[in-house]
């Protein structure tokens, strides 16, 4: 049956796709953990600030010390299980600045520099900024493709971990025994911007990045026993660990320094040379000098009718 001419065209119905939500995908568990363990950081940073707050300087230092001590692991974890990323980095930056840029300048300030009010003030708050401009130049440098392999070995200035650990140092003293004099204030406010200016300064600092990927099968026994005899160590004798080791790594900072002169003197002398080999083997053949003449080459006669010796054919 023929449908009436009068009747509305029907138009045909189009199948329009069906919206699916984007799916995203699932995120592997080894890439978790790093960033775990730089929260449980944070959260010990954080604690820091508290227990100074409440007057119990024991527990902030040892808060800080517990935040250093995952702050130097979640890297090293996140390469072992191959969980790196752009975001776990971007955390860890913020992290280190609150952990080992507040805490340990607030703690400082809470400590003694309140003494001298404002000026006291003002270095803790010198001491926070550094670390973080600190942190801001180690992330640019991080993603510079002109520095060479050899420079991964060396921080420029001094880490923001090792400064926290280090500008605490005359509240360890303190914790030996040492009497609270007048002096200690300005002392420690002098110290405090010292050790901002080598956070922020372009001294070479040895990493230890890649010390302790291998470790030799004879060594492995000997390094369980010193790294158990550490610990033992720092629980016991706290403050005595604490400032022995600020005061070595103190007195070692030169050493860094003088091993990056004598790494980039070594390097610049290899580039030199590499970049010398190419240019002696493409130099012309009359530049050479005569001894490399072939030895059978017959010597120039003289002209029968003149006696000159003819010109050298090219």
């Avoid at 010597?299 to 006696?307: F, I, K, N, Q, V």
Wanted: hydrophobic share 55%; charged share 15%; glycine share 6%.
């Amino acid at each position: 049956m023929n449908a009436s001419p009068f009747e509305p065209r029907r138009r045909p119905l189009l199948r329009r796709p069906l919206l699916r939500r984007p799916r995203f995908r699932a995120i592997p568990v080894r890439t978790l953990v790093p960033n775990i363990i730089t929260l449980l950081a944070l959260c010990a940073g954080l604690t820091a600030i508290r227990l100074a707050v409440e007057d119990r300087l024991e527990w902030a230092l040892a808060a800080i010390v517990f935040a250093a001590a995952l702050d130097g692991i979640d890297g090293r974890v996140a390469r072992m299980l191959k969980g790196t990323s752009r975001f776990g980095a971007e955390l860890d930056s913020l992290a280190d600045f609150v952990n080992f840029g507040v805490a340990p300048a607030l703690i400082l300030y809470f400590w003694g520099l309140n003494e001298l009010k404002s000026a006291g003030w003002i270095a803790a708050m010198v001491f926070a900024i550094c670390a973080g401009l600190r942190l801001a130049r180690f992330n640019v440098m991080m993603e510079d493709p002109d520095r060479p392999a050899w420079a991964g070995a060396y921080f420029v200035g001094m880490p923001a971990p090792a400064g926290a650990i280090t500008v605490l140092l005359p509240i360890y003293v303190q914790f030996l025994g040492v009497p609270h004099f007048a002096f200690v204030a300005p002392v420690t406010l002098l110290y405090t911007l010292a050790i901002a200016f080598l956070m922020v300064s372009r001294l070479p600092v040895f990493s230890g990045k890649r010390v302790g990927k291998r470790v030799a099968p004879e060594l492995v026994l000997p390094v369980f026993v010193c790294i158990v005899l550490f610990f033992a160590l720092l629980i016991a004798y706290p403050w005595v660990v604490l400032a022995t080791g600020t005061v070595v790594y103190l007195a070692v900072l030169p050493f860094g320094w003088l091993s990056y002169r004598e790494t980039k003197r070594k390097a610049e002398a290899q580039e030199s040379g590499k970049a010398a080999t190419p240019a002696a083997q493409s130099a012309p053949e009359a530049q050479r000098p005569q001894a490399e003449a072939p030895a059978s080459e017959p010597p120039l006669a003289a002209h029968p009718s003149t006696g000159e010796r003819p010109t050298r054919l090219n």
